[in-house]
T-cell receptor, first 112, second 114 residues
Framework: SQKIEQNSEALNIQEGKTATLTCNYT??????LQWYRQDPGRGPVFLLL?????KEKRKERLKVTFDTTLKQSLFHITASQPADSATYLC???????????FGTGTRLTVIP | GAGVSQTPSNKVTEKGKYVELRCDPI?????LYWYRQSLGQGPEFLIY????????DSGLPNDRFFAVRPEGSVSTLKIQRTERGDSAVYLC????????????FGPGTRLLVL
């Protein structure tokens, strides 16, 4: 069966450290992968997109990697801040389809 | 500019009733998506419109769910004979329409079926 698993439901880290979130997928052939941030009571907000032929993407303090052999994406937030506290969702997009398949999310808490 | 808006923000209804949820996408976005998000889960795809037509409705759980987008802008998600299991947050998103496009989400409608 198809599955998208994110490493843990919740992750607590100290301010200033790097947060690393994991997204593993099974029985998908994604053409691209996106990461979204979701705050309580709000819709997801797009952060980064990485395509199947790309290994790494960066945007400010964010970095995403994509390994199609391991079927895994890693999402890093460097120099984390309490304002980074939110739920982070990975989402897969397949060739020929416009809809996204979402993981269950990881709730990140950055402790001051 | 204005983002995606959804109304109502909250809806409480009784089992068996009919509900309509509305989505106003970003102006000029040709693609519109409906997702459903249950507590502690990620959004689950329901239906995708390209313009006025439903390009992919494979995520609709059964025939009690229906969506329209008659003028290629505003969309309405309709749920007939609601069941308690329909309780969730219904999210709408829009995009420019191509593949691999960023999807812009609305705040969602929280539906509670008693």
């Amino acid at each position: 069966s198809q599955k998208i698993e994110q490493n843990s439901e919740a992750l607590n880290i100290q301010e200033g450290k790097t947060a690393t979130l994991t997204c593993n997928y099974t029985n998908y052939s994604p053409a691209y992968l996106q990461w979204y941030r979701q705050d309580p009571g709000r819709g997801p907000v797009f952060l980064l997109l990485i395509r199947e032929n790309e290994k790494e993407k960066r945007k400010e303090r964010l970095k995403v990697t994509f390994d199609t052999t391991l079927k895994q994406s890693l999402f890093h937030i460097t120099a984390s801040q309490p304002a980074d506290s939110a739920t982070y969702l990975c989402a897969l997009g397949e060739t020929g389809a416009n809809n996204l398949f979402f993981g269950t999310g990881t709730r990140l808490t950055v402790i001051p | 500019g204005a983002g995606v808006s959804q109304t109502p923000s909250n809806k409480v209804t009784e089992k068996g009733k009919y509900v309509e949820l509305r989505c106003d996408p970003i102006s000029g976005h040709t693609a519109l998506y409906w997702y459903r998000q249950s507590l502690g889960q990620g959004p689950e795809f329901l239906i995708y419109f390209q313009g006025t037509g439903a390009a992919d409705d494979s995520g609709l759980p059964n025939d009690r769910f229906f969506a329209v987008r008659p003028e290629g802008s505003v969309s309405t998600l309709k749920i007939q004979r609601t069941e308690r299991g329909d309780s969730a947050v219904y999210l709408c998103a829009s995009s420019h329409g191509g593949q691999q496009e960023t999807q812009y989400f609305g705040p969602g409608t929280r539906l509670l079926v008693l």
